[in-house]
């Protein structure tokens, strides 16, 4: 079957770095994207990776591994407001996303 | 400022009800779907659209239909409101592209929080 695992919750510190894992299995792969979720609002788009390699974007970068079916969010310099659910979501062979249960990121100061 | 709106953020009802949701988006985009988000699961696809009167089912279309009579507007429907549907319904739209939802990004609405009591 098909599948997404991520940490249902983590802590970390403002100003500290904080990496949130992800690994998946699906039928077929086309990339994988990362969602931020803030308490009653909308997913927003983070990243999307389809080739091994870490991609960065200001203080969060994105990392694939293909062969390993793994992927990580990491996070610098986080701030409170970083404080927000992060979901994974694969996309198989026919480009249905496949999603995880989300990870719930807590700051503390 | 791009926006898929939900036109209700919090809805009651009971059993047997029969419920709108409706989703509006000015993007102009192809592509428009209805997912469910409960608390421990992943977001699950109830159905999605990628053309005006074009309607797909996925992975748990049972006790739900959809219309999507115009472009820009995509409604999700419960025929007759069961208190297993209690949850958040989100809905998003993509471009067309690579796939239905290959490489495109999705952007979502706020959501709408559904109590069947």
Avoid at chain 1, 34 to 60: C, I, M
Avoid at chain 2, 53 to 60: A, R, Y
Wanted: with cysteine; aromatic share 12%.
């Amino acid at each position: 079957g098909q599948n997404i695992d991520q940490p249902t919750e983590m802590t970390a510190t403002e100003g500290a770095i904080v990496q949130i894992n992800c690994t998946y299995q699906t039928s077929g792969f086309n990339g994988l994207f990362w969602y931020q979720q803030h308490a009653g609002e909308a997913p927003t788009f983070l990243s999307y990776n389809v080739l091994d390699g870490l991609e960065e974007k200001g203080r969060f970068s994105s990392f694939l591994s293909r062969s390993k079916g793994y992927s990580y969010l990491l996070l610098k310099e986080l701030q409170m407001k970083d404080s927000a659910s992060y979901l994974c979501a694969a996309s198989d062979s026919n480009y249905q996303l496949i999603w995880g249960a989300g990870t719930k990121l807590i700051i503390k100061p | 400022d791009v926006k898929v709106t939900q036109s209700s953020r919090y809805l009651v009802k009971r059993t047997g009800e029969k419920v709108f949701l409706e989703c509006v988006q000015d993007m102009d985009h192809e592509n428009m779907f209805w997912y469910r988000q409960d608390p421990g699961l992943g977001l699950r696809l109830i159905y999605f659209s990628y053309d005006v009167k074009m309607k797909e089912k996925g992975d748990i279309p049972e006790g739900y239909s959809v219309s999507r009579e115009k472009k820009e507007r995509f409604s999700l429907i419960l025929e007759s409101a069961s208190t297993n549907q209690t949850s958040m319904y989100l809905c998003a739209s993509s471009t067309q592209g690579a796939g239905w939802t290959g490489a495109n990004v999705l952007t979502f609405g706020a959501g709408s929080r559904l109590t069947v009591l």
